[in-house]
Protein backbone atom coordinates (compact mmCIF):
# COMPACT_ATOMS: atom_id res chain seq x y z
CA UNK A 1 0.00 0.00 0.00
CA UNK A 2 1.14 3.51 -1.20
CA UNK A 3 2.23 5.08 2.27
CA UNK A 4 0.93 8.39 2.80
CA UNK A 5 3.19 11.28 4.11
CA UNK A 6 2.84 14.91 5.11
CA UNK A 7 6.02 17.19 5.49
CA UNK A 8 6.19 20.07 8.08
CA UNK A 9 8.03 23.49 7.48
CA UNK A 10 8.28 26.46 8.96
CA UNK A 11 10.72 28.59 6.74
CA UNK A 12 12.73 27.90 3.23
CA UNK A 13 11.83 24.69 2.28
CA UNK A 14 14.54 23.50 0.45
CA UNK A 15 14.70 20.13 2.45
CA UNK A 16 10.69 19.90 1.48
CA UNK A 17 11.24 20.03 -2.08
CA UNK A 18 14.04 17.89 -2.37
CA UNK A 19 12.20 15.45 -0.27
CA UNK A 20 9.37 16.01 -3.21
CA UNK A 21 11.92 15.81 -5.92
CA UNK A 22 13.11 12.12 -4.51
CA UNK A 23 9.22 11.21 -4.13
CA UNK A 24 8.23 11.91 -6.97
CA UNK A 25 8.68 8.76 -9.25
CA UNK A 26 7.91 6.07 -6.22
CA UNK A 27 4.63 4.97 -6.50
CA UNK A 28 5.17 3.26 -2.59
CA UNK A 29 5.14 6.79 -1.30
CA UNK A 30 2.94 9.59 -1.72
CA UNK A 31 3.56 13.38 -0.14
CA UNK A 32 0.56 14.07 0.27
CA UNK A 33 0.30 17.28 2.06
CA UNK A 34 3.07 19.99 3.11
CA UNK A 35 1.92 21.86 6.59
CA UNK A 36 3.29 25.05 7.56
CA UNK A 37 3.10 27.32 10.66
CA UNK A 38 4.18 30.51 8.69
CA UNK A 39 1.89 32.07 6.34
CA UNK A 40 4.42 33.73 4.26
CA UNK A 41 7.14 30.91 4.51
CA UNK A 42 8.98 29.71 0.59
CA UNK A 43 8.10 26.27 1.65
CA UNK A 44 4.83 27.12 0.77
CA UNK A 45 5.71 28.11 -3.15
CA UNK A 46 7.78 25.36 -3.48
CA UNK A 47 4.78 22.86 -2.35
CA UNK A 48 2.27 24.63 -4.92
CA UNK A 49 5.22 24.30 -7.81
CA UNK A 50 4.83 20.52 -7.73
CA UNK A 51 1.20 20.82 -7.18
CA UNK A 52 0.94 19.63 -3.49
CA UNK A 53 -1.49 21.23 -1.11
CA UNK A 54 -0.21 22.97 2.06
CA UNK A 55 -2.03 23.65 5.30
CA UNK A 56 -1.24 26.67 7.17
CA UNK A 57 -1.38 26.79 10.91
CA UNK A 58 -1.14 28.53 14.12
CA UNK A 59 0.76 27.03 17.21
CA UNK A 60 -2.52 27.16 19.16
CA UNK A 61 -4.65 25.15 16.76
CA UNK A 62 -1.78 22.50 17.04
CA UNK A 63 -1.87 22.59 20.86
CA UNK A 64 -5.78 22.15 20.56
CA UNK A 65 -5.46 19.26 18.39
CA UNK A 66 -6.69 20.14 14.82
CA UNK A 67 -3.45 19.08 13.14
CA UNK A 68 -3.26 15.42 14.43
CA UNK A 69 -7.16 15.64 13.65
CA UNK A 70 -6.21 16.80 9.96
CA UNK A 71 -3.35 14.47 9.77
CA UNK A 72 -6.00 11.42 10.89
CA UNK A 73 -8.72 12.65 8.04
CA UNK A 74 -6.17 12.78 5.46
CA UNK A 75 -4.86 9.03 6.50
CA UNK A 76 -1.20 10.24 6.94
CA UNK A 77 1.02 7.36 8.15
CA UNK A 78 4.11 8.98 8.55
CA UNK A 79 5.72 12.79 8.80
CA UNK A 80 8.53 13.95 8.25
CA UNK A 81 9.80 17.23 9.79
CA UNK A 82 11.83 19.59 7.28
CA UNK A 83 13.51 22.69 9.04
CA UNK A 84 9.81 22.62 11.22
CA UNK A 85 10.72 24.94 14.36
CA UNK A 86 7.30 23.72 17.05
CA UNK A 87 7.37 21.49 19.28
CA UNK A 88 5.11 18.39 18.29
CA UNK A 89 2.38 17.81 20.71
CA UNK A 90 2.57 14.88 22.89
CA UNK A 91 -0.81 13.17 21.54
CA UNK A 92 0.67 13.55 18.33
CA UNK A 93 4.09 11.66 19.30
CA UNK A 94 1.46 9.46 20.89
CA UNK A 95 -0.62 8.81 17.72
CA UNK A 96 2.64 8.67 15.93
CA UNK A 97 5.39 6.14 17.69
CA UNK A 98 8.46 5.97 15.27
CA UNK A 99 6.34 7.40 12.56
CA UNK A 100 7.84 11.13 12.87
CA UNK A 101 11.33 11.85 11.78
CA UNK A 102 13.03 15.14 12.54
CA UNK A 103 16.38 16.23 10.71
CA UNK A 104 18.84 18.69 13.41
CA UNK A 105 21.87 20.49 11.58
CA UNK A 106 24.24 19.15 14.42
CA UNK A 107 25.68 16.22 15.63
CA UNK A 108 23.04 15.60 18.53
CA UNK A 109 23.16 15.75 21.62
CA UNK A 110 25.49 18.41 21.10
CA UNK A 111 24.14 21.58 19.65
CA UNK A 112 20.12 20.53 20.11
CA UNK A 113 17.57 21.52 22.31
CA UNK A 114 14.85 24.53 22.46
CA UNK A 115 15.82 27.73 20.62
CA UNK A 116 18.75 25.84 18.87
CA UNK A 117 17.99 25.82 15.11
CA UNK A 118 19.07 27.08 12.01
CA UNK A 119 21.52 29.45 11.63
CA UNK A 120 21.94 29.47 15.45
CA UNK A 121 23.22 26.28 15.36
CA UNK A 122 25.92 26.96 13.13
CA UNK A 123 27.02 30.46 15.30
CA UNK A 124 27.14 28.02 18.37
CA UNK A 125 29.29 25.45 16.87
CA UNK A 126 31.80 27.95 15.05
CA UNK A 127 31.58 30.27 18.15
CA UNK A 128 33.04 27.01 20.07
CA UNK A 129 35.52 26.33 17.97
CA UNK A 130 34.42 22.65 16.84
CA UNK A 131 36.29 21.02 14.07
CA UNK A 132 33.49 19.16 12.91
CA UNK A 133 29.70 19.75 12.66
CA UNK A 134 27.09 17.47 11.10
CA UNK A 135 23.30 16.57 10.66
CA UNK A 136 21.56 14.02 12.99
CA UNK A 137 18.15 12.38 11.59
CA UNK A 138 16.13 11.00 14.40
CA UNK A 139 12.87 9.98 15.56
CA UNK A 140 10.30 12.61 17.27
CA UNK A 141 9.40 11.84 20.61
CA UNK A 142 7.94 14.45 23.47
CA UNK A 143 11.09 16.29 23.92
CA UNK A 144 12.74 18.34 22.00
CA UNK A 145 15.97 16.81 19.89
CA UNK A 146 16.14 13.25 21.67
CA UNK A 147 14.38 11.08 20.20
CA UNK A 148 16.31 7.59 19.05
CA UNK A 149 18.94 8.23 16.21
CA UNK A 150 18.48 6.93 12.98
CA UNK A 151 21.16 8.33 11.10
CA UNK A 152 24.01 10.79 11.46
CA UNK A 153 26.64 12.28 8.99
CA UNK A 154 29.58 14.09 9.60
CA UNK A 155 31.66 17.00 7.74
CA UNK A 156 34.76 19.03 8.76
CA UNK A 157 34.49 22.83 10.27
CA UNK A 158 37.60 24.84 9.01
CA UNK A 159 39.38 27.38 11.58
CA UNK A 160 38.20 29.90 8.98
CA UNK A 161 35.08 28.88 8.18
CA UNK A 162 32.21 31.19 8.53
CA UNK A 163 28.57 30.02 10.25
CA UNK A 164 27.03 30.50 6.43
CA UNK A 165 30.08 28.03 5.61
CA UNK A 166 29.02 25.92 7.83
CA UNK A 167 25.28 25.93 7.29
CA UNK A 168 26.31 25.01 3.56
CA UNK A 169 28.15 22.03 4.25
CA UNK A 170 25.28 20.96 6.54
CA UNK A 171 23.17 21.43 4.00
CA UNK A 172 24.48 19.27 1.45
CA UNK A 173 24.57 16.90 3.75
CA UNK A 174 20.94 17.11 4.07
CA UNK A 175 20.29 16.68 0.59
CA UNK A 176 22.34 13.91 -0.16
CA UNK A 177 20.96 11.51 2.92
CA UNK A 178 17.22 12.70 4.20
CA UNK A 179 15.46 11.18 1.63
CA UNK A 180 17.30 7.75 1.85
CA UNK A 181 17.02 7.69 5.16
CA UNK A 182 13.29 8.81 5.25
CA UNK A 183 12.60 5.90 2.50
CA UNK A 184 14.39 3.25 4.35
CA UNK A 185 12.41 3.99 7.39
CA UNK A 186 9.59 4.37 5.20
CA UNK A 187 10.60 0.63 3.40
CA UNK A 188 10.62 -1.12 7.28
CA UNK A 189 6.72 0.14 8.27
C1 LIG B 1 17.69 22.69 7.96
O1 LIG B 1 19.09 22.90 8.00
C2 LIG B 1 17.25 21.83 9.12
O2 LIG B 1 18.21 20.89 9.51
C3 LIG B 1 17.04 22.86 10.20
O3 LIG B 1 16.45 23.95 9.55
C4 LIG B 1 16.96 24.01 8.20
C5 LIG B 1 15.77 24.21 7.27
O4 LIG B 1 16.20 24.49 5.97
N1 LIG B 1 16.22 22.34 11.26
C6 LIG B 1 16.36 22.72 12.53
O5 LIG B 1 17.18 23.55 12.89
C7 LIG B 1 15.43 22.03 13.52
N2 LIG B 1 15.86 22.23 14.86
P1 LIG B 1 15.17 24.36 4.75
O6 LIG B 1 13.88 25.10 5.17
O7 LIG B 1 15.82 25.04 3.61
O8 LIG B 1 14.92 22.92 4.52
Known amino acids: MTKQVAIFASGSGSNAENIIKHFEN ?13 KDAFVLERAKKFGIPSV ?3 KKQME ?18 AG ?4 VPDEMVAAYPNRIVNI ?14 GMKVHEAVVAAGERESG ?13 ETIFQ ?32 VLEKL
Open 26 to 38: NSNVNIKLVLCNK
Open 56 to 58: VFS
Open 64 to 81: EGEILALLKKEQIDFVVL
Open 84 to 87: FLLK
Open 104 to 117: HPALLPNYGGKGMY
Open 135 to 147: ITIHFVNEFFDSG
Open 153 to 184: ARCEVLPTDSPEDVATKVHALEYAHFPQVIES
